[in-house]
């Protein structure tokens, strides 16, 4: 479920535009959800197998495609949180995310 991070009652319309666009965006932020999620589940079993050079390179090249995945998010203004699985938030104009996402959670649109 995405929620607003701040507790006014009456949202400004502009932030409304944006509740909207950011809801426009849920099928693409899902697909990147999982792509993520699958990415650093790999990451993490190539390291708990302690592969060899060829285990590396592979973890080297998920690692480059989740930075890669992340720099596209933060284009589109939203930014990937360490959990597991992972929170989107998008950044308002004071720096603080004004909105937050769970795209795993039961709830989720």
């Known amino acids: 479920m995405i929620q607003i991070a701040h507790d ?4 400004e319309s502009r932030e409304l535009r ?3 666009e ?3 965006m849920l099928p693409l932020l899902r697909s990147y959800a999982q792509e993520i999620v699958d990415r650093r589940h790999r990451v993490v079993a ?5 592969a060899g050079s ?3 390179g592979e973890r080297s090249t998920h690692l480059n495609e989740l930075r890669r995945v992340e720099r596209e998010l933060e284009r589109l203004g939203w930014y990937v949180g360490e959990e597991d699985p992972p929170y989107f938030y998008r950044v308002g104009k004071d720096g603080e ?3 937050a ?3 795993f ?3 989720a649109p």
């Open 101 to 103: 996402w769970a795209p």
């Open 46 to 50: 190539l390291q708990r197998a302690d």
């Open 18 to 20: 944006r509740f909207e």
């Open 97 to 99: 995310p004004d909105l």
């Open 22 to 24: 950011a809801k426009r």
């Open 8 to 11: 006014h009652s009456m949202p």
């Open 54 to 56: 060829t285990g590396a």
């Open 105 to 107: 959670e039961a709830t």
